[in-house]
């Protein structure tokens, strides 16, 4: 999908992608190597807990957001979950490989007027409804010419690693380089450098519960120091582009999956009276994966003519008919 998102839907945040649960990435310039993997890795770990955005463009200052998220339920790596619940309304990812005082003054600069767009401007005393996390390696030449403050809360992923700013503008600050080194933080020790980066590539390519996937894609980015800049830039580029797109396409045909379900899934939930648990639902969606159109259809009709118990048994439920 490559549409340029518009707010013409309702009750949608500028730049936010229309689908819930997906990711829309807007083309851009050609991206840098790290900037193509962060901006993906970034999605990756958020999709299926609310729309996620990939350049997320919004007025009047024609300005992107690398990956603006709208949550509707928490991601199951608990750091990211805190991280995400900071806001209120939407979340604004901006990775930088290495970050600048120009690159952090834009980052300000996004915070600020994304909020302004989004706020109540009637109500001035109104906290702001998105916050920006900004991920990089720490530059305390850069700290020092903002209004950063060591934040506590986040001591337990690592020591003075978190930062906020203290002027309420709701940006926050990850340094990668002192993050403690475990599963919860594994997904943002990706996005660093050097030794930090070498340590976390060790860890994801023998991680038993990683998508092999993209367990594969972060091993080629280890691979980078045993290429030319030029060589580099190619194959990565195609390389990662070719498995992104491989786990997207992936996540679309289960979200046609489940669209087709949705109207049985629905129905059988009212007629037992309680919506199926996500076991169930992966029952059906697999029993269902087998059959054509007509059958759904005619399954659908016996539910909603109150045939539900031969239903239930085509399905393989183990519920009981009320």
């Not at 600020?112 to 720490?138: C, G, H, R």
């Amino acid at each position: 999908m490559t549409q340029t998102p518009t707010t013409a839907h309702a009750g949608l945040l500028p730049g936010q992608s229309p689908d819930p649960d997906s990711i829309l990435e807007v083309p851009v310039e050609p991206r840098e190597p790290y900037d193509g993997f962060a901006k993906d890795w970034i999605a990756h770990q958020l999709v299926g807990c609310g729309s996620v955005t990939i350049n997320a463009p919004f007025q009047p200052e024609k300005l992107y957001i690398d990956v603006l998220h709208v949550p509707t339920s928490p991601p199951p790596n608990p750091l990211l979950a805190q991280m995400v619940a900071v806001a209120q309304r939407a979340v604004l990812f901006e990775p930088f490989q290495k970050i600048t005082r120009h690159r952090l003054r834009d980052c300000v600069s996004k915070c600020t007027s994304y909020n302004a767009l989004i706020s109540d401007k009637k109500d001035e005393d109104a906290q702001p409804l998105a916050a920006m996390w900004v991920i990089s390696a720490f530059d305390s030449r850069v700290k020092g010419d903002f209004n950063f403050e060591p934040d506590a809360r986040w001591d337990a992923w690592g020591k003075q690693a978190f930062f906020k700013t203290g002027d309420g503008t709701n940006l926050y600050f990850v340094c990668l380089s002192r993050l403690h080194a475990t599963p919860d933080t594994l997904p943002l020790r990706l996005l660093g450098r050097g030794a930090t980066l070498r340590d976390a590539l060790d860890e994801a390519t023998t991680h038993g519960t990683m998508d092999p996937k993209l367990k594969q894609l972060v091993r080629f980015w280890g691979l980078r120091g045993k290429k030319t800049p030029s060589q580099w830039s190619q194959e990565m580029t195609a390389h990662v582009y070719k498995i992104v797109e491989e786990i997207r396409q992936e996540l679309r045909d289960e979200g046609r999956q489940e669209g087709r379900a949705a109207p049985l899934v629905r129905a059988l939930g009212r007629k037992l009276g309680a919506p199926l648990s996500e076991q169930e639902r992966e029952v059906v969606l697999g029993r269902l994966a087998q059959v054509d159109d007509d059958t759904l259809a005619d399954l659908i009709a016996d539910v909603l003519g109150g045939r539900v118990q031969p239903v239930v048994h085509f399905l393989g439920l183990q519920r009981a008919v009320p």
